[in-house]
């Protein structure tokens, strides 16, 4: 079947750290793969994605990068900011399964200054 | 004002009341999903829609039903609430030639309490 595990949280990191959150998948074929992050009191929004192997996703100084070798895509960023306190859900999509996404069960990170 | 668009926002009932939550979009997509959030266990699919006359169960449909009365318009009902479906649930669309590979659009949640 489909599934995302990612790394538990919570996350905690002082300003200018780097970051990294794990995220492995399991699927058969060649899924999509994403990052939605969940900022407080607010819905879900696409922080990056990729299509297909050796892809790399990046936004607002985060990157990941589609490794079909180690079915893997890690999130990360070289220096991270207090505004980044958030949850971050790695997903899978399949065009097979029509469109529904495979979500992880998100990590928290918390930046202080 | 906001692309995809629940109410309400937040709601708080009690065992064994009739509970429905509506989302609608202004985003002229095809594809309409409620999803539900629980702390630790990310996002479940309860039901998806890819037009007016499809529906299709998710993962976790059982004590809900859904309604979707125009393209814009999908509602999500608990006919009898039980604690358990305390959670924060998340109404959200993509286009359809995003497909399984495209990107959910996300409303911004309605937290439902169940005493």
């Known amino acids: 079947g489909n599934s995302v595990t990612q790394m538990e949280g919570p996350v905690t990191l002082s300003e200018e750290a780097f970051l990294t959150i794990n995220c492995t998948y399991t699927a058969t074929g060649y899924p999509s793969l994403f990052w939605y992050v969940q900022y407080p009191g607010e819905g879900l929004q696409l922080l990056l994605k990729a299509t297909k192997a050796d892809d790399k996703g990046s936004n607002k100084g985060f990157e990941a990068t589609y490794r079909k070798e180690t079915t893997s895509f890690h999130l990360e960023k070289g220096s991270v900011q207090v505004s980044d306190s958030a949850v971050y859900f790695c997903a899978l999509g399949r065009g097979s399964t029509l469109g529904r996404l495979y979500f992880g069960r998100g990590t928290q990170l918390t930046v202080w200054p | 004002d906001a692309d995809v668009t629940q109410t309400p926002r937040n709601r708080i009932t009690k065992t064994g009341k009739r509970i429905m939550l509506e989302c609608s979009q202004t985003?002229?997509?095809?594809?309409m999903y409620w999803y539900r959030q629980d702390p630790g266990l990310g996002l479940r699919l309860i039901y998806y829609s890819f037009d007016v006359k499809d529906i299709n169960k998710g993962e976790i449909s059982d004590g809900y039903s859904v309604s979707r009365q125009a393209q814009a318009k999908f509602s999500l009902s608990l006919e009898s609430a039980i604690p358990n479906q305390t959670a924060l649930y998340f109404c959200?669309?993509?286009?359809?030639?995003?497909?399984?590979?495209?990107?959910?659009?996300f409303g911004e949640g309605s937290r439902l309490t169940v005493l």
């Open positions: 959200a669309t993509s286009d359809l030639a995003g497909g399984g590979t495209g990107e959910l659009f």
């Open positions: 985003k002229g997509h095809d594809r």
